[in-house]
């Protein structure tokens, strides 16, 4: 099936191609989760339509949830869009790693979505405490009333009482979506845009836009946005997607790490606080992560290609 999509399509159409693919991948992925559902948890198909609206109401609707989270984001995130550059491209791998990986660089790029956390706390704060105009008072009373509710789920689907649920944890929301929305974002939006724009800083961005907006929760756009930037300007120099998929699971995975710390009382820390940390952490956060953006950007400019092709993609 190679070369079933024409690599030289406008980047445009392999934008509508990709959301496609991902529809037909959201189709499989409901279908299979159904299944699952009823294979695994005994539940009706009526139980189900219940159940995604209110899983607190079911005594497994904890583990119902995660399984139909991790099969619709699965399908929709990771083998639609993989079957997708498959059939488009000649080589998934050199389309996606371009250049080769290397393990130090790889730590060290996780390691900075760790260090930037304290600074991007500032922009968590301002953006969780905005308050919008008169004119967009309809549009703020929903954003809150959405990311409650979301903020809600979350706290349930996330409560750890073993390490085995912390583990599933870790899969269903930290490295499935890991994988797939760096697959998409960054794998294919970020590189179409690049090559339909012809500046990859606007491309970087402009993912990283729909990146935090597809999230559907307003008062955490702005941190997803510059998340959505670092991994987009980590992937750019990198031209190798294992590198923001690290970053994106650091950032995911050491979240929900110390949930369960704090679930267990190991730790004071309330994680799940949107207030800034104090001044002097944030500031040595910035400088930190400054410096060690310089450091990953020349050190990856500075790294052989293994696929001149990409670069000049790229450009």
Known sequence: MKGFISPQLHPFTKILLLLGFMVGGICVGMFGALLGLNLFFGLSVSDISQITVNPQA????????????????????????????????????R???????YVG????????ALV??????????????????????????????????????TRFL?????????LIGLVAFALVPAIGEELVFRGVLQKNLARLLKNHHVAIWLTAFVFGAIHVQFYGFFPRMLLGALFGYLYFWSKNLWV???AHFMNNGFTVFMLY????????????????????????????????LFYLKKRY???PENCLEMEKAAS
């Open 58 to 93: 079911f005594p497994n609707g904890r583990g119902a949830m995660v399984f139909y989270q991790l099969a619709t984001h699965f399908f929709m995130f990771t083998a639609a869009p993989l079957l997708f550059i498959s059939l488009a491209e000649p080589s998934v791998k």
């Open 261 to 292: 710390l704090q679930q267990q009382n190991l730790i004071k820390a309330n994680v799940e606080s949107t207030d800034s940390l104090p001044w002097y952490m944030g500031l040595f956060s910035l400088v930190m992560s400054l410096l060690l």
């Open 244 to 246: 923001p998929i690290a």
């Open 301 to 303: 400019e500075n790294t």
């Open 116 to 153: 930037i956390m304290p600074a991007n706390s500032w922009l968590i704060d301002w953006n969780s405490k905005m308050v919008l105009p008169e004119a967009l008072k309809g549009f703020e009373l929903w954003a809150k009333e959405k990311e409650e509710t979301l903020a809600e789920l």
């Open 105 to 112: 660089l790889l730590f060290l790029s996780a390691l900075l």
């Open 158 to 166: 996330t409560r750890f009482d073993t390490i085995g649920q912390m």
């Open 95 to 101: 389309y996606l790693f371009a250049k080769k990986n």
